[in-house]
Protein backbone atom coordinates (compact mmCIF):
# COMPACT_ATOMS: atom_id res chain seq x y z
CA UNK A 1 0.00 0.00 0.00
CA UNK A 2 1.18 3.60 -1.36
CA UNK A 3 0.26 6.87 0.30
CA UNK A 4 0.26 9.01 -2.52
CA UNK A 5 -0.48 12.20 -3.04
CA UNK A 6 -0.15 14.86 -5.90
CA UNK A 7 1.95 17.90 -5.48
CA UNK A 8 0.01 20.75 -7.22
CA UNK A 9 3.28 22.98 -7.63
CA UNK A 10 4.81 20.49 -10.67
CA UNK A 11 1.61 19.93 -12.33
CA UNK A 12 2.22 21.70 -15.29
CA UNK A 13 -1.11 24.33 -16.14
CA UNK A 14 -2.03 22.00 -18.84
CA UNK A 15 -1.27 18.18 -17.80
CA UNK A 16 -2.10 17.12 -21.27
CA UNK A 17 0.93 18.71 -23.52
CA UNK A 18 4.34 18.06 -23.08
CA UNK A 19 5.17 21.74 -21.04
CA UNK A 20 3.30 24.16 -19.45
CA UNK A 21 1.03 26.66 -21.85
CA UNK A 22 0.29 29.88 -21.29
CA UNK A 23 -2.29 30.01 -23.72
CA UNK A 24 -4.36 27.84 -26.11
CA UNK A 25 -6.01 28.73 -29.01
CA UNK A 26 -8.12 26.81 -31.71
CA UNK A 27 -10.52 26.97 -34.32
CA UNK A 28 -12.07 24.58 -36.83
CA UNK A 29 -12.61 23.40 -40.31
CA UNK A 30 -9.86 23.41 -41.04
CA UNK A 31 -8.42 22.84 -37.39
CA UNK A 32 -6.01 24.77 -35.83
CA UNK A 33 -4.29 24.73 -32.87
CA UNK A 34 -1.63 27.62 -31.35
CA UNK A 35 -0.23 27.10 -28.15
CA UNK A 36 1.88 30.18 -26.07
CA UNK A 37 4.42 28.41 -23.86
CA UNK A 38 5.79 29.53 -21.12
CA UNK A 39 5.90 32.96 -22.83
CA UNK A 40 8.64 32.13 -24.72
CA UNK A 41 7.27 30.05 -27.61
CA UNK A 42 4.35 29.86 -30.07
CA UNK A 43 3.61 26.29 -31.19
CA UNK A 44 1.10 26.32 -34.29
CA UNK A 45 -0.49 23.33 -36.08
CA UNK A 46 -2.60 24.42 -38.83
CA UNK A 47 -4.62 22.81 -41.67
CA UNK A 48 -4.84 19.36 -39.08
CA UNK A 49 -1.08 19.08 -38.82
CA UNK A 50 -0.07 19.41 -42.71
CA UNK A 51 1.89 23.04 -41.40
CA UNK A 52 3.99 23.17 -38.53
CA UNK A 53 5.66 25.71 -37.01
CA UNK A 54 7.76 26.82 -33.52
CA UNK A 55 9.08 30.22 -33.25
CA UNK A 56 10.03 32.57 -30.19
CA UNK A 57 6.91 33.93 -28.54
CA UNK A 58 7.15 37.71 -28.95
CA UNK A 59 6.42 40.61 -26.51
CA UNK A 60 2.38 41.21 -27.03
CA UNK A 61 1.07 44.48 -28.23
CA UNK A 62 -1.64 45.44 -25.28
CA UNK A 63 -4.66 46.30 -27.06
CA UNK A 64 -8.51 47.93 -25.65
CA UNK A 65 -9.69 44.35 -25.60
CA UNK A 66 -6.62 42.32 -26.00
CA UNK A 67 -3.77 41.43 -27.60
CA UNK A 68 -1.86 40.77 -30.31
CA UNK A 69 1.51 38.84 -30.80
CA UNK A 70 3.40 39.32 -34.29
CA UNK A 71 6.60 37.52 -35.56
CA UNK A 72 8.42 36.35 -38.48
CA UNK A 73 10.53 33.47 -39.92
CA UNK A 74 12.05 33.54 -42.66
CA UNK A 75 9.29 31.60 -44.44
CA UNK A 76 6.07 32.69 -42.85
CA UNK A 77 4.49 36.15 -41.15
CA UNK A 78 2.42 35.33 -37.84
CA UNK A 79 -0.23 37.48 -36.45
CA UNK A 80 -2.03 36.03 -33.14
CA UNK A 81 -5.16 39.06 -32.02
CA UNK A 82 -6.23 37.62 -28.98
CA UNK A 83 -9.62 39.84 -27.91
CA UNK A 84 -11.12 39.07 -24.29
CA UNK A 85 -14.11 37.96 -24.99
CA UNK A 86 -16.21 34.90 -23.87
CA UNK A 87 -16.19 32.63 -27.55
CA UNK A 88 -18.27 29.37 -28.16
CA UNK A 89 -16.50 26.53 -30.52
CA UNK A 90 -18.68 26.27 -33.40
CA UNK A 91 -18.82 22.86 -33.06
CA UNK A 92 -18.12 21.25 -29.34
CA UNK A 93 -20.13 24.03 -28.31
CA UNK A 94 -17.04 24.56 -25.54
CA UNK A 95 -16.97 27.97 -23.78
CA UNK A 96 -13.52 29.99 -23.51
CA UNK A 97 -12.37 33.37 -22.38
CA UNK A 98 -11.24 34.21 -25.28
CA UNK A 99 -11.90 35.11 -28.98
CA UNK A 100 -8.75 34.17 -31.73
CA UNK A 101 -7.66 35.78 -35.01
CA UNK A 102 -4.90 34.36 -36.13
CA UNK A 103 -3.24 35.64 -40.08
CA UNK A 104 -0.59 32.88 -41.27
CA UNK A 105 0.80 34.03 -44.49
CA UNK A 106 -2.09 35.90 -46.05
CA UNK A 107 -4.84 33.13 -44.55
CA UNK A 108 -6.72 34.11 -41.39
CA UNK A 109 -8.09 31.48 -39.58
CA UNK A 110 -10.98 32.53 -36.30
CA UNK A 111 -11.56 30.72 -33.49
CA UNK A 112 -11.13 30.26 -29.68
CA UNK A 113 -8.88 30.97 -26.55
CA UNK A 114 -7.68 30.39 -23.39
CA UNK A 115 -5.82 31.55 -21.05
CA UNK A 116 -4.39 29.58 -18.30
Given at each position: YHNCRVNNARI??????RYPVDLRATGNEPGWI???????LIRLSMDYGETELVIPAPTP????????????TDAHHLVVNIEDKA?????????????????????IYTGCAQSF
Open positions: PRVARGIELVEGRTKTARGRIYEASCQDSMSGALFNATARVELDEK
